[in-house]
């Protein structure tokens, strides 16, 4: 027999109704949750079953018992995870961030004024991981230079760099800015003394706000939307799969904020204007 005092003992049955009117709940408030999850392909969090509860059901519930439920009866959403790099060691004192020059003004009517970047993981094959650095052009939406890498090294971002520079040859707007985000590799003095080197004025989104750099996470959700990478089993097929994506999109893929032209032919069309 359990060594069970007998007042713990007949305390439990006593709140044998109790037990049973909560897993009663659970399970009306599973159902619910679970409409909702499956409505969206389980790719629904805590919050935003919250939401759809409270706008489509007129039900309030608390999201930390939402995620509670969850937790209990399996229900796993595949939502798009934390980007790993954010995740890296927190930045030296050497390390310094700068104001937000842009404050969302990307497009400023001028090719090659305004350079957006940032890094995305690309999850591909059995569960490896892979990193993508690009820079955008903040008025004709190119990719002007990215780098694919398995590694979140310095590396990724120099290398990307360095495919932009040669690109554009030493032609630099005199009022260059390179926009980022607080990321180490940005802040890093390495990076910060290429960025000045070059001519640009040196921009970053304010702490934790992804909207100030937009355009960027606008162009990566629709590259993985539309690029079919997570069967890829190498990083050579995937790379291949990403240079020919990146060509696809700057000279093929019209856009509706573009005229209706794809980002090349609109640079085309802002120079000779």
């Known amino acids: 027999m359990a060594e069970v005092s007998s007042s713990g003992y007949y305390r439990w049955c006593s709140s044998e109704e109790t037990r049973q009117l909560r897993e009663t709940a659970d399970q009306y408030d599973f159902q619910l949750i679970k409409g909702h999850f499956e409505a969206l392909n389980g790719k629904a969090g805590a919050l935003v079953i919250k939401m759809r509860l409270e706008k489509l059901n007129g039900i309030v519930v608390n999201h930390k018992k939402i995620r509670r439920i969850m937790r209990k009866f399996g229900l796993v959403a595949t939502i798009r995870q934390a980007n790993p790099y954010r995740k890296m060691a927190k930045a030296t004192q050497e390390h310094r961030t700068c104001p937000n ?61 360095a495919r932009l520079f040669k690109r554009l040859d030493g032609n630099i707007h005199p009022d260059a800015i390179f926009h980022s985000d607080q990321g180490t590799h940005y802040t890093h003095p390495k ?83």
């Open 101 to 161: 020059l842009l404050e969302r003004k990307f497009d400023q009517g001028e090719p090659e004024k305004v350079f957006l970047t940032d890094i995305t993981y690309m999850r591909y094959g059995s569960g490896q991981w892979a990193y993508l650095s690009c820079v955008k052009d903040g008025a004709t939406k190119q990719i002007l230079a990215h780098y694919l890498s398995s590694t979140l090294e310095l590396t990724l971002v120099e290398r990307t760099m």
């Open 191 to 273: 990076t910060r003394l290429l960025i000045a080197k070059a001519g640009f004025k040196q921009s970053m989104s304010r702490k934790g706000n992804c909207w100030d750099n937009a355009s960027m996470e606008s162009f990566f959700g629709h590259m993985k939307d539309e690029l079919n990478y997570k069967d890829c089993q190498s990083l050579k097929e995937l790379r291949l799969q990403v240079n020919e994506y990146m060509a696809h999109y700057n000279s093929e893929r019209y856009q509706w904020t573009l005229k209706k032209m794809t980002p090349d032919e609109f640079r085309s069309h802002l120079l000779a204007a």
